[in-house]
Structures are given as C-alpha cells and as structure tokens.
C-alpha cells in the first residue's frame, strides 16, 4: 500500500476532495491510501509519503519541500483542482509514484 498526501492551507478543502479521491482509488482497486494534510504537518509527516501532491494554494512550498525530502512532488493543475477531476488527481499520484519506481 502506497501513501500519498494531497496538501492544502489547512486541510479542509483537501479533506473534501479525498473523500471523492478514495472512491476513485476504492472503483480502481489501487493499492493507495490518500490522506489530506495541511501544509503546516506536512514536515513532521514526510518519512510517510510515497508521494505528496500540493493544491494550487501551496505550490508555491514546493521548493522547500524539495529541500527537505526527496519524496516524488507535484502540484496539482489548477483547473484540475477547481472542477475537482479525481481520475485526474489519481492519474497524477500513479504518475509519480512510476517515477520513484
């Protein structure tokens, strides 16, 4: 089972969206387990992730988070984020996990 944090400000929009993201997972039958976090936990947890994807609202931590681990990263496209697409969010955590692979 692989882990990815989906990081956002606080955790809640991310925490709405995973709901969804797990369905996706569960209807795929992906070895995956998505959490939601804020960015703010996101150091005391990164010895977890397999891969950590960033909301619009963050991205701009991404270059800290770089320095600080080498756990594959991404930030979301924003217009995925804001129609919510799922099977795209998805296909972005497959992605990056392939490339740790």
Do not use: H
């Not at 969804?20 to 150091?43: D, G, Q, T, W, Y």
């Amino acid at each position: 089972m692989k882990k990815v944090f989906i990081c956002c400000a606080s955790g809640v929009t991310t925490g709405l969206l995973v709901q969804k993201i797990e369905l996706e997972v569960s209807k795929r039958k992906l070895p995956l387990e998505v959490e939601a976090l804020p960015i703010n936990v996101l150091v005391e947890r990164l010895s977890e992730a397999d891969a950590i994807l960033l909301s619009p609202q963050v991205a701009f931590a991404q270059s800290g988070i770089r320095e600080a681990s080498d756990v594959p990263l991404a930030s979301i496209d924003p217009d995925v984020y804001a129609r919510a697409d799922v099977a795209a969010i998805v296909d972005a955590a497959l992605e990056l996990l392939a490339s740790n692979a």
